[in-house]
């Protein structure tokens, strides 16, 4: 009897420290975001930083990687995990939060680090927070006019669809560059990125237009200088006519083909909305979208 009390024992205990590591391994991470803008800072004003309470979506990474780390909503102090928590976290439950809120269990050898996309959607700042962990209570965003800054926002290609991305770049920025990155692959699908087609002069491929998601990675312009048999030419380009004025050429004398960079001011009486749209039958294409751009003042 006494050995079979001691088994049983032995067995209760290794249950309970089982299910106390599986806890322990689970983290709840909070922070506040804030803007900030370094000229002020220079001017001596005390507004240089700023709470954002609104307008903020996030998506959490698993570390060192561009795939979403699986997250839980949580109740009380204790950030004791209830239900599951949608990844990316749009502006409407950040608003509710009233600041980045999740519980995780981090998959990295030191259950430790997660990474962390935060983006303004009014004005499109992004910030990458690289090896994110549940002591970090302050997340900053640059929002410094008069130098470059890069968007970062998510996608999931639907077919034919213009999908406004939440993002609205502010008055007098100049966008200068957009690029995509494919993560989950869609065979001969292809992504057009632009501004909202339904706002005034809105383009919704005019910053880039078919691009191909056949192919995972980095996705870069084919209108480039092809060597012919008769002559160099240049290829048909990706980028939208928001961004680049081109003629596409071929292998004849006649028809060489160019491009010349436009960059698109938003002026604030003219298309702001980021959004993208993908190709007839584009429905498991997903991945991000960087746009590089300066508010000019």
């Known amino acids: 009897m006494k050995k079979f009390t001691s088994l049983l024992l032995t067995i209760l205990l290794a249950v309970f420290a089982l299910g106390g590591y599986a806890d322990a391994a689970q983290k709840r991470f909070q922070a506040q975001a804030y803007k900030f803008d370094q000229t002020k800072q220079i001017a001596g004003q005390t507004s240089a930083s700023k709470l954002l309470a609104t307008g903020i979506t996030y998506k959490v990474l698993v570390r060192n990687s561009n795939t979403a780390e699986t997250i839980l909503a949580s109740r009380g102090p204790s950030g004791s995990a209830v239900t599951a ?18 519980v995780a269990d981090p998959t990295d050898a ?3 680090y997660v990474d962390l996309i935060v983006t303004d959607t009014n ?3 992004s910030a990458f927070i690289e090896d994110f962990t549940a002591n ?3 997340v900053v965003i640059d929002e410094t006019p008069g130098i470059p800054h890069t968007n970062i926002i998510w996608f999931a290609a639907s077919s034919e669809v213009e999908t406004d991305t939440g993002v609205d770049f502010l008055a007098n920025t100049i ?3 957009c690029r995509v990155e494919v993560v989950t692959t869609d065979s001969a699908k292809t992504l057009s990125v632009g501004l909202l087609s339904t706002e005034t002069a809105g383009n919704a491929s005019g910053l880039r237009s078919g691009v191909l998601m056949t192919t995972a990675g980095f996705v870069k312009d084919t209108g480039v200088i092809t060597g012919g048999s008769t002559i160099d030419y240049t290829a048909a380009s990706t980028y939208g006519s928001l961004l680049y004025t081109a003629i596409t050429g071929s292998d004849a004398v006649a028809t060489v083909g160019g491009r010349s960079y436009l960059g698109h001011v938003v002026t604030g009486t003219n298309a702001k909305s980021l959004t993208y749209t ?3 039958g584009s429905t498991t294409a997903a991945g991000y979208i960087y746009t590089t751009f300066m508010r000019l003042r």
Do not use: C, E, M, W
């Not at 976290?89 to 509710?96: G, K, W």
């Open 110 to 112: 030191l259950d430790t």
């Open 278 to 280: 993908g190709s007839a």
């Open 85 to 102: 928590k949608t990844n990316p976290v749009t502006t409407t439950v950040f608003a509710v939060d009233g600041k980045i809120d999740f």
């Open 136 to 138: 970090q209570r302050t």
């Open 123 to 125: 004005g499109g700042y």
């Open 175 to 177: 966008i200068t560059d």
